[in-house]
């Protein structure tokens, strides 16, 4: 758990230049939180363009979506409180529209099986290449409560996930630190690049 906001919102700042660079968060797309303690997290604001965040373009909300200021949080907000309720291990949540995940409206595949790639071992908890990792496609939603309720309903019954996708839109992936899941932003594009290439 983090506790020097200062610090927090220097690494989501770096984050989306890192994840500007790589062309995973193109015009104002995406979307970033971090767990500031037990019921607080810092959210990147709507529209703010990921390649120039800075720290007017973070805000700080509870776990039930309450925030003060004129700025608003991502429309998304549900889907990062519902995985930080979810799993109290996640201290960080990025939501990138990288062109692989963004490519998933055109297969009608649920579920991607990453399997055998040394990559692999970019995720937490993952030592080895030899293991299989899910990640499911989730149908888009723009009633959010509706898809963070199915996504919910989805990990709780799988629980060595590490991201989703949501068709035609884009993938989360959630980690103990900012640093962790940067990492696990730019393996996943990759490796959903071979197999979906």
Not at 11 to 38: C, K, Q, W, Y
Not at 61 to 80: F, I, Q, R, T, V
Not at 140 to 164: C, K, P, R, T, V
Not at 171 to 186: G, N, V
Request: aromatic content about 6%.
């Amino acid at each position: 758990m983090y506790n020097d906001i200062t610090a927090i919102l220097s690494e989501l700042i770096n984050a989306g230049h890192i994840l500007h660079t790589l062309n995973m968060v193109p015009a104002t797309s995406g979307n970033f939180s971090a767990r500031l303690d037990d019921n607080k997290i810092a959210m990147t604001v709507s529209g703010a363009h990921k390649g120039r965040l800075c720290e007017q373009d973070i805000l700080v909300m509870d776990m039930e979506g309450n925030y003060s200021g004129e700025k608003k949080p991502s429309a998304e907000a549900g889907l990062h409180i519902q995985l930080y309720h979810s799993k109290p291990e996640i201290n960080a949540v990025l939501h990138v529209h990288s062109k692989s995940a963004t490519q998933t409206k055109k297969t009608g595949k649920k579920f991607i099986c990453l399997e055998g790639y040394e990559l692999l071992k970019a995720f937490e908890a993952v030592e080895s290449h030899d293991v299989v990792m899910g990640i499911p496609i989730i149908e888009n939603n723009q009633d959010i409560n509706a898809l963070a309720g199915s996504i919910d309903a989805f990990l709780h019954g799988h629980e060595a996930i590490h991201a989703y996708i949501i068709r035609g839109h884009g993938f989360y992936t959630w980690a103990s630190s900012i640093e962790a899941a940067l990492q696990q932003c730019e393996a996943l594009e990759f490796l959903l690049q071979c197999e979906l290439s």
